[in-house]
């Protein structure tokens, strides 16, 4: 395997970016022994900085390490989506909740900002043309603003860290599924904007709901893991 060289300055966190990018884009294997040795004569760096990206990358559910065995690359299953979809629910129900405290000055400037986010994505975009990475972008950007408004970092990480996996498992939305997912977008906004909490909270089920049936659709069409 061709791998580019490492630079020195930042090592520890281009190792891990580095390494993360080769997991989620499958250049691992599902289930693969990730050989640590070959990786660093590969990128022409020690073990150590490769060690310290596979412990971040096992905080992240990305990888697993067996005692004596060695460390693999999770395969996502239908359990684990389950399980994804979930936490991720819980999370976005907990920030609607925080968003009922907000003052009205600050709800509208954050509902504001949403609004123009969904807009955008929603009117100006072409998703027959638009590259996935561009598609994921607007996706992430979406629901990370819509969590970093708490303020909560641990939060945001965690919920980010929760959708790494969906590029494992969606590489090629078709534009229907990219109007649909981001038109679910626009209907959470609408029901913020109207404050309508029970109704904002059915748009984010249903919407995490479509996501998790994309998911499982596809691991189903892979296998029953990818």
Same mark, same amino acid.
């Given at each position: 395997?061709?791998?580019?060289?490492?630079?020195?300055?930042?090592?520890?966190?281009?190792?891990?970016?580095?390494?993360?990018?080769?997991?989620?884009?499958?250049?691992?294997?599902?289930?693969?022994?990730?050989?640590?040795?070959?990786?660093?004569?590969?990128?022409?760096?020690?073990?150590?900085?490769?060690?310290?990206?596979?412990?971040?990358?096992?905080?992240?559910?990305?990888?697993?390490?067996?005692?004596? *065995?060695?460390? +693999?690359?999770?395969? %996502? !299953?239908?359990?684990?989506? /389950? #399980? *994804?979809?979930? +936490?991720?629910?819980? %999370? !976005?129900?907990?920030?609607? /909740? #925080?968003?009922?405290? +907000?003052?009205?000055?600050?709800?509208?400037?954050?509902?504001?900002?949403?609004?123009?986010?969904?807009?955008?994505?929603?009117?100006?975009?072409?998703?027959?043309?638009?590259?996935?990475?561009?598609?994921?972008?607007?996706?992430?950007?979406?629901?990370?603003?819509?969590?970093?408004?708490?303020?909560?970092?641990?939060?945001?990480?965690?919920?980010?860290?929760?959708?790494?996996?969906?590029?494992?498992?969606?590489?090629?939305?078709?534009?229907?599924?990219?109007?649909?997912?981001?038109?679910?977008?626009?209907?959470?906004?609408?029901?913020?904007?109207?404050?309508?909490?029970?109704?904002?909270?059915?748009?984010?089920?249903?919407?995490?709901?479509?996501?998790?049936?994309?998911?499982?659709?596809?691991?189903?069409?892979?296998?029953?893991?990818?």
């Amino acid at each position: 395997m061709e791998l580019p060289k490492i630079q020195t300055s930042n090592l520890f966190d281009q190792v891990y970016g580095t390494m993360k990018q080769m997991i989620i884009r499958r250049s691992f294997r599902t289930n693969e022994k990730i050989s640590i040795p070959v990786l660093a004569k590969n990128l022409g760096i020690s073990i150590t900085p490769i060690r310290e990206a596979l412990n971040r990358l096992e905080a992240e559910g990305l990888v697993k390490t067996v005692p004596k *065995v060695g460390t +693999f690359v999770v395969g %996502i !299953d239908k359990s684990y989506v /389950e #399980q *994804v979809i979930e +936490f991720r629910l819980m %999370i !976005d129900f907990w920030v609607l /909740e #925080q968003y009922r405290t +907000f003052s009205g000055e600050r709800f509208d400037e954050i509902a504001a900002k949403l609004d123009q986010l969904t807009q955008f994505a929603v009117e100006e975009v072409d998703p027959a043309v638009t590259p996935i990475e561009q598609y994921g972008n607007f996706d992430m950007i979406f629901h990370t603003e819509f969590i970093n408004t708490c303020g909560n970092i641990q939060i945001l990480e965690t919920y980010q860290n929760l959708m790494n996996f969906r590029i494992l498992t969606v590489s090629d939305p078709t534009p229907k599924q990219y109007n649909l997912s981001m038109t679910q977008h626009r209907e959470i906004v609408k029901q913020l904007l109207q404050q309508d909490w029970q109704g904002t909270r059915n748009a984010i089920r249903q919407h995490l709901n479509y996501s998790r049936q994309n998911l499982t659709d596809w691991i189903e069409s892979n296998g029953g893991e990818v």
